[in-house]
Nanobody, 119 residues
């Protein structure tokens, strides 16, 4: 199973970006999917997560600005980021709990995509 992120880049403060993460490989089902971020010198932290049923959870620092969504048919999760701030600069990682068969589930990470917000 692979998770591949895309959509990162350089944007000015106040701008928007949309991240995508597609899961591929042997997939029976996917439970929670989420976006984490890690700024230089900082620990990785959860930004947002979404269950297979569509229930969402957001960190306080992104509430009202970021929206997580998923397309279960495409095994893809998205993160719409609006009103970006310089402190949002980080590598954003996709995470998913993937079941390759009914008895085997594992947690997977993508390699990350860099988001840089200039002031």
């Amino acid at each position: 199973v692979q998770l591949v992120e895309s959509g990162g880049g350089l944007v000015q403060a106040g701008g928007s970006l949309r991240l995508s993460c597609a899961a591929s490989g042997r997939i029976f089902s996917i439970n929670d999917m989420g976006w984490y971020r890690q700024a230089p010198g900082m620990q990785r932290e959860l930004a947002a997560s979404i269950t297979s049923g569509g229930s969402t959870n957001y960190a306080d620092f992104v509430k009202g600005r970021f929206t997580i969504s998923r397309d279960n048919a495409k095994n893809t999760v998205y993160l719409q980021m609006n009103s970006l701030k310089p402190e949002d600069t980080a590598v954003y990682y996709c995470n998913a709990r993937v079941w390759s068969d009914p008895l085997r589930g594992m947690n997977y990470w993508g390699k990350g995509t860099l988001v840089t917000v200039s002031s």
